[in-house]
């Protein structure tokens, strides 16, 4: 008599399916209209401050990354910006006046909230300058990637 009988092995595998991250910019780094030789800050905590909104796996740890300009521009003419070790903040809320500095000059790890959202906040300094009335502008570009 010949055995037709097929075994079956299940094997339980569990699958993890990692949420994309999502980046949308907000708000404007902007720092107002201001006269030549008149420095001028905006801090990340502040209403001019530049805004950011991640949102991922809730509670995932991330690394941010900002790309910030050297300088802002209005066709030929430019001027310097500067951007200090405190001169980001982030927060798992909305929340730009409650937010924890970073330096945005290094890569820095932080944690989506358990909603999966993240906020960034970015400043910056104006040194007096001479250049030309103007419309200046640049790019401040963020990356973020779910940490290691």
């Known amino acids: 008599m010949v055995d ?3 075994t079956h092995q299940a094997v339980n595998q569990d699958h993890i399916a990692q ?7 907000g708000d404007r780094l902007r720092f107002g209209a201001f006269f030549p030789g008149e420095m001028r800050e905006v801090l990340p905590t502040s209403d001019g401050a530049a805004s950011f909104e991640i949102f991922g796996a809730a509670n995932a740890e991330v690394e941010i990354t900002l790309s910030c300009p050297a300088a ?10 500067q951007f200090g070790h405190s001169s980001a903040a982030l927060n798992a809320v909305n929340d730009r006046y409650s937010a924890i500095p970073f ?8 944690r989506l909230g358990p909603n ?3 906020y960034v906040f970015v400043g910056g300094i ?3 300058t001479t250049e030309e009335p103007g419309n200046y502008f640049a790019d401040i570009t963020l ?3 779910y940490a290691e």
């Open 116 to 118: 999966g959202y993240l």
């Open 103 to 110: 330096n945005p000059q290094s890569s820095s790890l932080a």
């Open 4 to 6: 037709n009988t097929t």
């Open 143 to 145: 990356e973020v990637a």
């Open 19 to 25: 949420v994309g991250l999502a980046v949308s910019a």
């Open 126 to 128: 104006v040194p007096a």
């Open 72 to 81: 802002l521009s209005d066709g030929g003419n430019s001027i310097g910006i």
